[in-house]
């Protein structure tokens, strides 16, 4: 199960609250994790900002933001309950899609597959794991047939 709250208006073209399921739901079943389930918030920059600041202690907005229930070691390798919760900024996710020349529905699939992924123990703290994760990141956006 994926729950989404809408914290923004959401967009008349696109099913944000669709798009932020599919895409978990396409991470966690790569991950053999289809029985576990996220909560995730698409908000505005200023909330995302004040997450990242009490939490991360950086003072600015960021794209996504995950909280996981369990971190290292405890997380297993087929969870079968509430792995976390992960945070979107809107704003940050509608410039990134046109900074980078691809549409919204790419870059909120793009964001929620990666914090799904952080729920799940990746990371990409050294060049190792960004390779892993980030190679992850686009087999799963391909596999759903979400592409640049």
């Known amino acids: 199960m994926i729950e989404?709250?809408?914290?923004?208006?959401?967009?008349?073209?696109l099913d944000i609250e669709k798009t932020i399921a599919r895409a978990a739901e396409a991470a966690l079943k790569e991950e053999g994790a289809a029985g576990a389930w996220l909560s995730a918030t698409v908000?505005?920059?200023?909330?995302?900002r004040a997450l990242n600041r009490d939490y991360r202690g950086i003072d600015r907005p960021t794209d996504v933001l995950s909280f996981?229930?369990?971190?290292?070691?405890?997380i297993v390798a087929e969870p079968d309950g509430f792995l976390g919760d992960i945070v979107l900024s809107l704003p940050t996710a509608q410039g990134q899609a046109v900074?980078?020349?691809?549409?919204?529905?790419?870059?909120?699939?793009?964001l929620t597959v990666h914090g799904a992924l952080h729920l799940?123990?990746?990371?990409?703290?050294?060049?190792?794991?960004?390779?892993?994760?980030?190679a992850k990141q686009e087999e799963?956006?391909?596999?759903?047939?979400?592409?640049?």
């Open 4 to 13: 989404v709250c809408l914290q923004v208006p959401q967009p008349a073209d």
């Open 120 to 134: 799940l123990g990746y990371d990409h703290m050294d060049e190792g794991e960004a390779a892993i994760m980030f």
């Open 99 to 110: 900074e980078y020349g691809h549409s919204l529905l790419r870059e909120l699939s793009f």
């Open 140 to 148: 799963i956006l391909t596999k759903m047939g979400v592409l640049r």
């Open 68 to 74: 996981p229930m369990e971190e290292g070691a405890d």
């Open 43 to 48: 908000a505005d920059d200023d909330y995302v």
